[in-house]
């Protein structure tokens, strides 16, 4: 019976986000602007009245992406954004927030495939693999199956899937995001996948359809209004 309501939580969850989009506009902010930049995202958004979803500023570290800093959009399709916010309002922010700028990125837009875990502000460590898989669901049939395995190491760390579908950064067509709650536990994650799941992780290179791996950094999540 716990199996069968397990099954039925993942089968749940993977529904519910299959139906989740986001939005991301990547950027350089000018050096000494990160705080102005926090704060004026927690005046503008701390009060928030989202469609569904939310909006959170991530900070780029380790990897091979260039750029300082993102800011992800998350909700339904269909109703991604605020109900509360006025045209006037919006232009304004954007006003402000160009100040601490000093370049504006590449800009992406996808879906959630695949969803476990806790909210990512609660695990804002995150590593992100842009990939392009052979088969797509192939791919996701073996993600999901290792990720279940895992599952009581993982606990309750975010673990997603999805799409690129607009803009497609290093020619990927999709990704991976991890979560931790720090460096140090997204390293000792990794060892614990390796030392405990060795067979399941060939099994998983050997259904998964090929993949190709495009880039793969690290973000630590600033700040968070809302919710996936």
């Known amino acids: 019976?716990?199996?069968?309501?397990?099954?039925?939580?993942?089968?749940?969850?993977?529904?519910s986000f299959s139906q989740n989009t986001f939005r991301l506009w990547h950027f350089n902010a000018k050096p000494g602007t990160e705080t102005a930049i926090g704060n004026l995202l927690t005046k503008h958004n701390e009060n928030a009245e989202f469609k569904s979803g939310g909006v959170?500023?991530?900070r780029i570290s380790y990897g091979d992406n260039q750029w300082t800093h993102r800011v992800v959009a998350f909700g339904e399709v269909g109703k991604i954004g605020r109900t509360d916010l006025k045209d006037f309002q919006q232009d304004l922010f954007l006003e402000q927030i160009d100040n601490f700028v000093e370049d504006w990125g590449p800009s992406y837009a996808g879906r959630f495939l695949s969803y476990v875990g806790g909210q990512p502000k609660d695990f804002p460590f995150l590593q992100i693999y842009e990939i392009t898989?052979?088969?797509p669901d192939?791919?996701?049939?073996?993600?999901d199956k290792f990720i279940s395995k895992a599952s009581k190491v993982i606990g309750d760390r975010p673990v997603a899937f999805g799409t690129y579908d607009i803009g497609s950064p290093n020619e990927a067509t999709h990704w991976v995001v991890i979560g931790?709650?720090?460096?140090?536990?997204?390293?000792?994650q990794k060892q614990k996948w390796e030392d405990n799941f060795s067979k399941e992780a060939e099994e998983w290179a050997k259904t998964n359809g090929g993949v190709e791996f495009?880039?793969?950094?690290?973000v630590q999540v600033l700040a968070a209004f809302g919710s996936l």
């Not at 019976?1 to 529904?15: A, E, H, N, P, R």
């Not at 495009?214 to 690290?218: L, R, V, Y």
């Open 56 to 58: 959170q500023i991530e």
């Open 180 to 188: 931790s709650s720090g460096f140090s536990d997204l390293i000792d």
């Open 138 to 143: 192939a791919f996701k049939k073996a993600h």
């Open 1 to 15: 019976m716990k199996k069968i309501l397990f099954i039925i939580c993942v089968l749940s969850l993977s529904i």
């Open 133 to 135: 898989p052979d088969d």
């Open 214 to 218: 495009k880039s793969n950094f690290t």
